[in-house]
């Protein structure tokens, strides 16, 4: 489900361009109050689609020497197991 992000342009507000690269150099959201009550949260931008750490060279010999590792696997036995294994010996549920 995509949210519907209307931009705001803060070159005209001084103080929301300062708190908008604050929370850019830190990387750490702020929560904007009224009273006591949060409403609204200021976070910094995703950079790119990356998540998480960048692999090394070790991952990338991992992966290379995983390749052709099943070809001696008897693809007829390798499906069997695998739907035995989604087989369940429960009753269906009856709503």
Excluded: C, K, N
């Amino acid at each position: 489900m995509a949210i519907d992000r209307a931009p705001i342009d803060i070159r005209h507000a001084p103080p929301l361009a300062e708190l908008v690269e604050e929370v850019r150099a830190t990387g750490t959201p702020r929560h904007i109050v009224r009273d006591d009550e949060e409403v609204a949260v200021l976070m910094p931008a995703r950079q790119g689609r990356r998540r998480g750490r960048t692999p090394s060279q070790a991952d990338y010999e991992a992966f290379l020497a995983s390749a052709g590792s099943w070809r001696d696997e008897d693809t007829d036995t390798l499906i069997e197991h695998i739907s035995e294994s989604r087989r369940s010996s429960r009753p269906p549920v009856e709503l």
